[in-house]
Structure formats: C-alpha cells, structure tokens
C-alpha cells in the first residue's frame, strides 16, 4: 500500500515501503501531460506511516523505519535523501491518502511487439540494367563497376579484358576502335 500526498498544483508524491525499500514517486499532472519521476532507497523496513512536509526548500519525506529516520527531500531538481533531519517547525504537514502506486503502471512488461512486417522482396540486379549509386555504375555479367573515368571489369577477362573501351551511354565493352557502341549504337567517336 502506497501512501500519496498531495502537494497542490496537480503535484502528487507517492511512497511505498518494498521491502527494505522505500519507493518515492512524484507525479506533475498538467492539463495534456503528466510527468513522473521514480526512485528508490534503502531504508529498512518502515514502523511507522510516512510523513510529509512543505517547506520553502521543497517536499520533504520523513520516513520512520526500523534503523532511524530518514528525510528524502523532494524539489524541482529531483529526489534526494537528506543526511539531517531538517527543521520542520515551519513546515506545513500534508494529508496523506493510501492508494496504489501509480508510478507502477510504467514498470509493468512491455507490450509484446508486433511481428515485423515481411520485407518487399528486393529486386533482383537486372543482368541488363546497370546499377547506378552516384557516378559509379555496375553491371552483371560480365561484373563490371564504372567509377567517373574508371572502369573495373571482374569477370570473364577474355571478352572484357585488355584492350577495351567502355560505352559512356551503356557501358557495354567496345573495341577501341569501334565508331558506334555495339550494345546501344551510342556514337563513340
Ligand atoms: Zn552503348
């Protein structure tokens, strides 16, 4: 069981004693969004509800547990614990309600996700077609990749090999002294 106290403001702390911990939430609630901060000391177990209190430097929580008292001070800053009890004299001591600990919600197991869609099979390098990234192009069968001026042929050495030129329109192999590109009739010269 959780306690929770009521800052004003739609500002809401929560506390629970888990075991030898002791759970401190706080949750700003503002029209449209809600905000949550979570964390956790080691207290011990508690003999005694919790208390807490406002005062000029923020909420603070005192917490009575089997070892000592504990102070966790609460600001806009974050949650931390306080070595010395501070001087409550001045505070002004805020109602505590039992409840659940909302904060809980956001631990609980994630939805288990969605299988991913099947991928769109991806086209296969058409044999014909160069592939273009950039200026570099690259063609199947034979493999060859054209980068700007260069040209790199991978297979079949005996047809495309030494002594050839490449299309600037197809990049089909051409004999050097080809006028017209064999493959798309590009004039070469
Ligand atoms: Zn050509």
């Given amino acids: 069981m959780a306690y929770i106290f009521n800052a004003g403001a739609g500002h809401q702390v929560i506390v ?9 939430a706080t949750v700003s609630s503002s029209p449209g969004q809600q905000q949550s901060q979570r964390t956790s000391f080691t207290t011990g177990t508690w003999t ?5 209190f406002r005062t000029p430097a923020g909420i603070v929580l005192q917490i009575t547990a089997a070892q000592g008292q504990h102070f966790v001070n609460i600001a806009a800053t974050g949650i931390s614990t306080v070595s010395e009890a501070p001087n409550l004299a001045l505070a002004e001591e805020l109602p505590a309600q039992q409840g659940g600990m909302p ?11 969605e299988p991913m869609k099947p991928m769109e ?13 950039g200026d570099m192009e690259m063609r199947m069968n034979p493999m060859e990749m054209r980068m700007g001026n260069m040209s ?16 600037p329109q197809c990049g089909a192999a051409v004999e050097p002294s080809a006028r017209f590109c064999t493959s798309c009739g590009h004039r070469l010269i």
């Fill in 16 to 24: 629970e004693n888990q075991g030898q911990q002791t759970a401190v």
């Fill in 121 to 133: 099979p991806m086209k296969p390098i058409s044999p014909v077609e160069p592939m273009k990234m």
């Fill in 103 to 113: 904060a809980v919600r956001a631990m609980e197991p994630m939805k288990p996700m």
């Fill in 48 to 52: 005694a509800p919790p208390a807490a």
């Fill in 152 to 167: 790199i042929s991978l297979g079949n050495p005996l047809s495309a090999g030494a002594g050839k030129n490449f299309c």
